[in-house]
Every structure is written in structure tokens, then in C-alpha cells.
């Protein structure tokens, strides 16, 4: 009778630890395009994306969201990513996520004190930046596929002065 229950135990923690994994691999994910946007590559950031990626406001195809990319970052010249710890939300019931990212646009040689040590508070990271360059919220939609995160959608709202819509 204890071996159906070590099983059942088994594959519990083994689900636990795979949304862990999972949960990371998306924040590696998201650290993966942040460097790639400081770098200019904007053919590597397209690779993190699914082949149908859509960007919102705008309803944007994968064409227009290379283009749309590629004008940012020749409008920026050498930048930094900033962001604190990305909040990550994986579906009970398909291979998909939703990640949500405060984002921080400098000019590279800025620099903003104490960012880094508020990485695991996001709303006194907020407070500390939002007045010293350009800051966005970015509600991403992932799929897993063939072992794979890929963003599928990403949603884009500037700060406005007051906060973001939501």
C-alpha cells in the first residue's frame, strides 16, 4: 500500500519542481532579451518569439514588431535594461504563462543608484526609477513548446506620469 502513495508523492514534487524550472527559465528568458536589446540584436530578440507574435496596442505582426524594434534601439544609441524581478504566472492547464515586467530604458552611460538591490521589491524599484528615464510595463504571453518558452504576446504600455492603465 506505500509504494501508490510514494508514486503519487513522486510526481507531485516532481510537478512542483518542474513549474520551479519553469518559472526560472522564463526569468532566464526574459535576461536573455534584455542583453540582446543592450547588444542591438534584434534577429536574437525575434528568436525568443513565436513564428505568430503579436504586440499590442496596435495588433503587430512579427514584420512590424522587427521594425518597430530596430527603431527603438537606433532611437536609444547605447542603452541598459533595467527591471526588477519579473512576476511569472504558469497555467494549471496548458503549456502556457503569463509574465509581467517593469522595464527601465537608459542611455547607457546613466546611471540610477540602487536599482539592483531592490531586484526582490518591484513596486520600490518602481518608486526609485520611474522618474529617471523611460519606463514600461510589458505583460508578455509565453508557450511552451517542444520543451521551448516562446513569447507569443506582448503588451506595451508606457508610464505616464500617474502610474500604468492597470
Known sequence: MMIPWMVFLFFFL???????????VIRALIKEGAELA??????GIMELT??????LPGHHNRLEIKRLIFAALMHYG???VLYPKPSV???TTD????????LLIVKKERTIPDVKDLYEEPRRWLE????????FQIKLQLLKNDGMWRVNQAHLEGFKGLGFSE
Open 128 to 135: 526609485t526609477v520611474g522618474e529617471n528615464a523611460d519606463l
Open 95 to 102: 503549456n502556457s504563462a503569463t509574465c509581467m515586467i517593469y
Open 14 to 24: 516532481a510537478a512542483a519542481c518542474s513549474q520551479k524550472d519553469d518559472v526560472q
Open 38 to 43: 543592450e547588444d542591438h540584436n534584434v534577429s
Open 78 to 80: 547605447k542603452l541598459k
Open 50 to 55: 513565436t513564428e505568430d507574435v503579436v504586440a
Open 89 to 91: 504566472d504558469l497555467s
